[in-house]
């Protein structure tokens, strides 16, 4: 089993649609969540970090279930730039960060 | 620009080759990661040094990989006699004591032929 897991896609939603996107991570004792934006052969970019009380970011909304070991990304009014692969992050402790292989989302017009 | 710089930004070169790869952090971060990313896959940890020490290799790691912070700045990967599974982006990332999340660069994309 990954440590991190997540849906590949991928997510084809229209503009204006309501998406959202699970990640589930197998350690326990992981402390900090994050999810990164990646487009197409550039580098990943941080597009938000997960707190325990959820968090919203504009039209971006985190979530974290620790008792389920999952966060969850909800995208709200899809954009056309919104068009990515959106990597769920978790850090275990220290230096010790895993990446998700990414949820591919496209938005049409 | 301050933020974390990669060069050079493509790489093409023979098997059997050795190939160096440099990442100049965000000045004020001490941590400096190395990843490699292939084509549908998150990016998977290499190594990490904090300042200067190398504190942690990935067993993905092989003996032909090498990598330095001599001063706890800039960080060099060498990749010794490449074979053509190395082909992937090498990303580097930065970060400083208090954070846990990280800033990446552009990446190096290593192509083996």
């Known amino acids: 089993r990954k440590e991190v897991e997540q849906d590949p896609g991928p997510f084809n939603v229209p503009e204006g649609a309501t998406v959202a996107f699970n990640c589930t991570y197998s350690?326990?004792?992981?402390?900090?969540f994050f999810w990164y934006r990646q487009d197409c052969r550039k580098e990943p970019k941080l597009l938000m970090s997960?707190?325990?009380s959820g968090n919203e970011d504009g039209r971006f909304t985190a979530q974290l279930n620790r008792a389920s070991q999952y966060i969850s990304l909800l995208i709200r009014d899809s954009k056309l730039s919104d068009s990515a692969t959106y990597l769920c992050v978790v850090n275990t402790g220290g230096f010790k960060t895993i990446f998700g292989a990414g949820t591919r989302l496209f938005v049409k017009a | 620009d301050t933020g974390v710089s990669q060069n050079p930004r493509h790489k093409i070169t023979k098997r059997g080759q050795n190939v160096t790869f440099r990442c100049d952090p965000i000045s004020e971060h001490n941590r400096l990661y190395w990843y490699r990313q292939t084509l549908g896959q998150g990016p998977e940890f290499l190594t990490y040094?904090?300042?200067?020490?190398?504190?942690?290799k990935s067993r993905l790691l092989s003996d032909r990989f090498s990598a330095e912070r001599p001063k706890g700045s800039f960080s060099t990967l060498e990749i010794q006699r490449t074979e053509q599974g190395d082909s992937a982006m090498y990303l580097c990332?930065?970060?400083?004591?208090?954070?846990?999340?990280?800033?990446f660069g552009p990446g190096t994309r290593l192509t083996v032929t």
């Open positions: 990332a930065s970060t400083d004591t208090s954070k846990a999340e990280q800033y």
């Open positions: 350690n326990s004792a992981s402390q900090s």
């Open positions: 997960v707190y325990s």
């Open positions: 040094f904090q300042n200067e020490a190398q504190l942690e």
